[in-house]
């Protein structure tokens, strides 16, 4: 069982936005401004899309944004096209001993 | 450009003992710490540990630590990560990624292409 808890699956048409949630506890998501949000088309490598809650690496399009209320962060992206179908996975620090926690991943389908 | 460079796809027998590598090139390789992540197949993403090939100080996940062994030599760019005594259930995908030299961070930007596990009798 995954430390951060996300959807299984999420999907939507091309245009449309969707928005998957990432749940953690107060030691991980809630206590730090540190989730970052990774890409994984099958067969590739993950691909940094999100980091610190809601910033973007260069290179990265506008249509995808992060937040964060509490213990829940959430990637949400705009205007949906075939490629951002993929695995989604949230990233969370979680304190000195524990260090890093991850998602158990989101699939998107783009229908 | 930064690139991570991973060491090939390994088939190995229960009770084997394993180093793969993971190669930095583009940048001076003690400005960025080296983090792993498995993935098991048709699995979720996991983190493993971290090193900073500066003065090779680690830390480990709760769940790895002392089933494997993180270590880097900064004179070739290089990290590692080693199994003493391999397990079936270590067959995955073993990526390397780095983040900047800070301890409280979990921005991996720049991946490796990840290397294949395979433990089988």
């Known amino acids: 069982q995954s430390a951060l808890t996300q959807p299984a699956s999420v999907s939507g048409s091309p245009g449309q936005s969707i928005t998957i949630s990432c749940t953690g506890t107060?030691?991980?998501?809630?206590?730090?401004?540190?989730v970052s949000w990774y890409q994984q088309h099958p067969g590739k490598a993950p691909k940094l899309m999100i980091y610190e809650v809601s910033k973007r690496p260069s290179g990265v399009f506008n249509r995808f944004s992060g937040s964060k209320s509490g213990n829940t962060a959430s990637l949400t992206i705009s205007g949906l096209q075939a490629e951002d179908e993929a695995n989604y996975y949230c990233c969370s620090y979680a304190g000195s001993s524990t260090f890093v926690v991850f998602g158990g991943g989101t699939k998107l389908t783009v229908l | 450009e930064v690139q991570l460079v991973q060491s090939g796809a390994e088939v190995k027998k229960p009770g084997e003992s394993l180093r793969i590598s993971c190669k930095g090139s583009?940048?001076?390789?003690?400005?960025?710490?080296i983090n792993w992540v498995r993935q098991m197949p048709g699995k979720g993403l996991e983190w493993m540990g971290r090193?900073?090939?500066?003065?090779?100080?680690?830390n480990y996940g709760p769940s790895f630590h002392g089933h494997v062994t993180i270590s880097a030599d900064k004179s070739i760019s290089t990290a590692y990560l080693q199994w003493s005594s391999l397990k079936a259930s270590d067959t995955a995908i073993y990526y390397c990624?780095?983040?900047?030299?800070?301890?409280?961070?979990?921005?991996?930007?720049?991946w490796g292409p990840g290397a294949l596990v395979t433990v089988s009798s």
């Open positions: 990624a780095t983040q900047v030299p800070v301890v409280a961070t979990n921005t991996f930007d720049n």
């Open positions: 107060s030691s991980d998501v809630g206590s730090y401004n540190l």
């Open positions: 090193i900073d090939p500066s003065d090779t100080y680690t």
């Open positions: 583009g940048y001076s390789f003690t400005s960025y710490w």
